[in-house]
């Protein structure tokens, strides 16, 4: 593989360098759009896309995405945040404001199964997932050669359930240095525990080997063999302590029939996982996902 | 089947008596959303969904569709109307204003075929195709029966290259008695005139039994059994005056192997025809559509 | 709807009056095809149409699926039948002679959701599901006038708990009446009794409205979107006495999204429950399923 | 990446060092399964998969894949050769028996798009794609060091119009010399002429990224997107003289929208390629492709 196209992402973060996203999640009433978009128009700023999602318009939840273009975003970033107060504050928002040329600090979470890891390094080297692949972690050395190679951090962390609080202690120290953003569970075989989970709360992205919430737990394929399913499926989520009972963030399946084995079934699941996995981090990264409620509303 | 149920039908207008949508086109700019959002904003409107999209930030194109719910709109309906005059002009908006409860007329055309318009029939009984069904026109007589079961009145009138202005005269008649805004192409296999098709622009939908561009004009799937395809499909578009060149809505395919003949074929193809244009008609009548340089903007 | 096409269903039987199927399961050796392909080219038969599976070739199960034309098969079939039994009984085999030009009876029982039924009338109606439709069997009225508009006997039989064996009792009835083969359950929501399964072994189809085993049981839709899944499912399979647990015969998904309320996703599920349930019933027709330890093999 | 599983490779050969696969094409007559079942059976091959196609019973042609498990196989293989041939040529078929476990020898042409020799060397790598990868060949330089990594030779023979008869003079040099099987043009750009298509007659698989036979030629995706198609496709295909006309082998779509460009359709157009590409190598390299009047018959 050739190294990472240093160009390509310079002229991303030039191309982007106005360019904003405002995600905002507040109780729903009249006027919210039209206090929005005046604000910004009066921050030299124009709308470029928007997404806007009503639970219900009696009385519910209201969700927006804008990306907007403001002249001059670097040098008046942060003025925005300060204006946008008092507007966050009067509707009762959630909000977060990203400069989409500031690429997320992302770390990869691996055992010894390898596709999902390639999967996002070649979306990465190709310049199609737009971040900093700040770090890959394994409790295996099997994927060490092919992360080096690219030029990126490999941390070999060995550990199991006797050894989990020392191994996140180091995981933590590792994500901490990295200033990480997101973690991603790129088909890691280890529980992580709820203190961990908590101080990612909705920032680390798992995938799962089956069409959940059919086959929860482990070797959901192996079951799908059992049951004789006519479809096998991957799920990715955000981590929560309920073992993949997270918000779903996006799902697909593939065709089997009767004559796929249980080995045939993982190497379908396979080309279904990689593909799973990279959507919802690409959709992460462009501050496309809010959670509510234990589910996702993803503006695609 | 049961008769149309009128209940559903009743509910579906109460439900949105006060529910409109606004669609517009216009040169971008910034500050446009902030205009249009705080002009419904002073009118006690509360926008419910928004879709938008732009060509190009820098001097391109802006699309909107907004839904709304505005107290009192039927009695207000006319006055925000004119009300939205100089905005529009200021921007030099192409804009629509629809009350969601007011059904659009529907006329389909049909030959011998009836899988399509079986489909809309079906839609339209279980209140999934919300539309007066106002006319059914064939030149055949096949369907008669089952249109007039439903209570739709139903127009024999013959045509052929030879009678084509004759008939088409004929159509206008009985379209511009019932007030008809689309017409649905559900496998009409006759040559409309360029002067027919001017008057509905943008309003004649029709659904080709081929994943366009392969296979324009005719025996599509004859030619796709002779080229051996593996897929075939089948494509819903407006009707302009070049053979299957209109702007495209819709398209899906199908997997076909060695064994499918061209009967098998056409089997598999009936199956994508239907839902393919159902979906087209149902963003149409949902006022989903925008046309631009002979492409479909779709917000669904 | 035009009444049945009584001629493209005698074209049918005219065409396929030489055409006979033989479905073989026994324990894997070898020579089976050797000794089969034999036997038929000794009684004149060609065969046109060959499937074969084998779970494993050292000691396994074989399954195969034979399409042969033979001049005279209605004068040779009981010979051919008796002809084989030897070589059945020496290769200890389970297996069945068909002749496609006898169409199976089949009784279909729905409550008062119609669009399966409604799918599987329109398939029959344009010669696309072979079979007699001999009977439509519900525990209400709503669909009587559908069913016996197309000439196809209806029988109102009441059902719930309390009276299942009575019902039961009747249904017994009226499926011998009718000399049914096949019982098809397009959305029939009551239980049926161990002792009415297992008369009717791998003979009753049921489409179950989730992707099994995910949302076994009551409410699917109701439960998918309280998980927030990304696509919904619909799963045909033969009904045993374990709940949703028979052998899957087939299975889709259609995408759903953040937007899709439980209404919603109803909507969407049905087009699939329709599309799954038509395909379990035209393979079961084509006597393209063989059962093996709660699994089917289907030789599509 | 690490280097080839050689373990995983020996064990392939080792499980199929008794197995093989006997493909025939001849007009079609009652009987021919029987002979060609006992003949197996006589020489003690146990059939474990066979799949037949007939294009017409009366008086068509008769297509048959049989993959068979036979003991010393290796000792036995050239008399069954050798047996087999008077039974081919009373039935005048063509036909071709193959060991399993001989790997084909496979070269890549390449231009300077990785992401096709990405897939098969992916798939490769972790042994989803049994053949020797015996040479790359490229016209640029680019995918040296990813291909040489993995210890594959890597050759680079410029091309273009004016030097295409010197070039394909190298080319054949090279295949010769690595006792080539399969030509697979993994997006190779460059035109090849009749000479050396006629000598890889139905051994050159190209893949070509429209959705045939839309856009056949140069840059499809500009013209997808100047038509405002929906779905954008890729089709694999064997290479003919006349240029996208060859048989077709697979084909499969994505959905695209109003808001995808050029350069969009491209990258979700990469994905469908290469899952297009690799199946269809795969496909080769099992024998499970019979070509016949342009048109493939894939037992897959």
Chains 1, 2, 3, 4 share one sequence.
Not at 93 to 112: C, G, P, Y
Not at 205 to 223: C, D, T
Not at 254 to 270: A, F, L, P, S, T
Request: aromatic share 8%.
């Amino acid at each position: 593989m050739t190294s990472y196209n240093e160009e390509k992402l310079q002229h991303y973060k030039e191309k982007n360098k106005n360019r904003a996203r405002l995600l905002i999640h507040c109780p729903d009433q009249p006027g919210i759009i039209s206090r929005i978009s005046e604000f910004l128009f009066s921050h030299d700023a124009n709308i470029v896309a928007s997404h806007q999602y009503s639970t219900d318009p009696e009385g519910g939840e209201f969700f927006i995405r804008l990306e907007f273009d403001c002249p001059e975003l670097e040098a008046k970033f942060e003025q925005i945040e300060v204006d946008f107060q008092p507007i966050a504050a009067e509707f009762n928002m959630d909000w977060k404001l990203t400069a989409v040329r500031e690429l997320k600090n992302v770390a990869i979470f691996v055992s010894k199964q390898p596709h999902c890891l390639l999967e996002l390094l070649w979306e990465w080297q190709s310049s199609d997932l737009m971040a900093n692949l700040a770090v890959v972690i394994s409790n295996h050395e099997d994927t060490r050669e092919m992360v080096e190679s690219l030029g990126i951090p490999f941390y070999h962390v060995p550990s199991n359930k006797d050894i989990r609080h020392e191994a996140e202690a180091r995981h933590k120290e590792i994500l901490d240095e990295h200033d990480t953003d997101l973690v991603v569970l790129a088909r890691y075989m280890q529980i992580l525990t709820p203190e961990f989970v908590e101080s990612y709360r909705n920032r680390i992205i798992n995938i799962h080997h089956s069409f959940l919430p059919a086959f929860v737990g482990a070797r959901p394929y192996e079951r799908a063999y059992e049951r004789g399913v006519k479809m096998i499926g991957a799920t990715s989520h955000y981590v929560t302590n309920d073992l993949d009972e997270g918000p779903i963030i996006e799902q697909d399946i593939g065709r089997v029939d009767h004559r796929d084995h249980v080995e045939d079934m993982k190497k379908i699941g396979q080309t279904i996982e990689r593909s799973v996995l990279a959507r919802a981090v690409k959709w992460h990264l462009a501050d496309r996902i809010l959670v509510h409620q234990n589910k996702t509303i993803v503006f695609s």
